[in-house]
């Protein structure tokens, strides 16, 4: 009888540690691309949802970066930054991120995180958009493939420029370019013809094509000439924390952008 209740207990024991563990929230792994199914505004009085805007964001594994165009006008942002991650929690730390005609200071934000089968839903709930405190909630499908490429990580443009016959013009701009898991994106800031702040994205997919050339094409971008075309892009790695692009346009001219590599 004594041995009767020992295993009872014992099962009683076990049964109870299934059922809190089941309730445990384990640490997300981020690492991967993903696409923004919906985005949901709470202003503290109703939900507003979207689910016509474009994003995509990349985690690699320690940085991040999205890009979102709003196909109706146009209208871009960007942001990029270092992660952290623990039990159901992200913690995001921009260190560049723009919008229209606004250059973002650096921020800081806390996304409580839900994992499922198909991707993620992040939530952050005190969320300061002009002044006013929302709740903002957006679902990920997992899009990204199992691939390494030596360009997988983010990266800042620290010059480029275009080469027409004999003359050179150098481009004025802030850009970033992220790759990974057979995904792409780049977000840039500059002055357009009125001297106002213009951000420009675009992102899709890319795949090597050997050692010294990709294949990028378009999925969504800021300029709609781009969406689904494809360029092929000579590279040049100089070391493992640069590298040079080429892209050779139709009316003979190149343009070249030098990268470096974010790096903690």
Not at 19 to 29: A, I, L, M, R, W
Not at 113 to 132: A, R
């Amino acid at each position: 009888m004594l041995d009767i209740m020992k295993n009872l207990i014992l099962s009683a024991i076990v049964l109870a540690t299934i059922s809190c563990n089941s309730h445990v929230k384990e640490t997300p792994k981020m690492s991967g691309a993903y696409f923004m199914l919906s985005q949901t505004i709470n202003d503290g009085k109703k939900d507003t949802k979207y689910t016509d805007l474009k994003q995509l964001k990349i985690y690699t594994d320690s940085m991040m970066m999205y890009a979102q165009v709003n196909p109706s006008d146009s209208a871009s942002g960007f942001g990029l930054g270092f992660y952290t991650a623990d039990t159901g929690t992200v913690i995001e730390n921009d260190i560049y991120s723009a919008r229209d005609s606004v250059i973002n200071s650096p921020a800081s934000y806390s996304l409580n995180i839900t994992t499922n089968p198909g991707g993620y839903t992040q939530v952050i709930p005190g969320m300061s958009v002009d002044s006013q405190k929302i709740k903002l909630t957006e679902e990920y499908q997992t899009v990204g493939k199992d691939q390494k490429t030596p360009l997988d990580g983010v990266w800042k443009e620290t010059s480029s420029y275009l080469v027409k016959g004999k003359d050179t013009t150098k481009y004025v701009r802030t850009q970033f370019k992220a790759f990974y898991a057979g995904y792409f994106m780049y977000g840039h800031t500059l002055k357009d013809s009125a001297n106002k702040n213009f951000t420009g994205i675009g992102f899709g997919t890319f795949e090597m094509d050997g050692d010294n050339k990709i294949k990028e094409t378009d999925l969504n971008s800021t300029y709609s000439i781009a969406v689904g075309q494809s360029f092929s892009i000579g590279i040049e790695m100089k070391g493992a924390d640069n590298y040079t692009q080429t892209i050779e346009n139709p009316d003979g001219s190149k343009s070249v952008e030098n990268y470096e590599r974010i790096k903690k």
